[in-house]
């Protein structure tokens, strides 16, 4: 599969061939590459992706998609406090693997993506400790 998308990426390097026209490239180009056992057995399935979330954003988009992708991932590293700072690192560092053997943000794992992306950045780090400090101004 992965061979099958280095070539796809390229023809398309920069920009990429869109979302429609890459899958249409990879399907052709993996029929290359593919072994009987793997025809088979992919027969049902109409669209594979590359399993590879940086390679399916090259062929989709480029190396400018695949720039704006580790933006998205690396920018909560910069935004984050600091009491979050290792939390966050792990599970940017756990969607950077899985982006590896899987298309982590464009499939079955978005939503679980958002959901990491919005518990860094929504919740403050302590509510108890805000809402005591609160209290206190107020009532002096």
Not at 43 to 59: E, G, I, L, P
């Amino acid at each position: 599969l992965w061979k099958s998308a280095f070539e796809v990426i390229k023809s398309a390097p920069i920009t990429g061939h869109g979302i429609s026209d890459t899958q249409n490239l990879f399907t052709d180009q993996r029929t290359k590459y593919q072994t009987e056992t793997f025809r088979l057995e992919s027969r049902s399935y109409t669209q594979v992706d590359a399993h590879n979330q940086y390679f399916q954003t090259t062929m989709e988009f480029g190396v400018i998609g695949l720039i704006i992708l580790m933006f998205i991932f690396i920018f909560p590293v910069f935004n984050v406090d600091k009491d979050r700072f290792l939390p966050t690192l792990f599970i940017i560092g756990m969607c950077l693997f899985q982006s590896v053997f899987d298309v982590f943000i464009t499939n079955t794992f978005s939503l679980f993506f958002c959901f990491l992306m919005l518990m860094m950045f929504v919740f403050p780090n302590d509510l108890s400790n805000s809402e005591t400090e609160e209290n206190i101004n107020l009532s002096e």
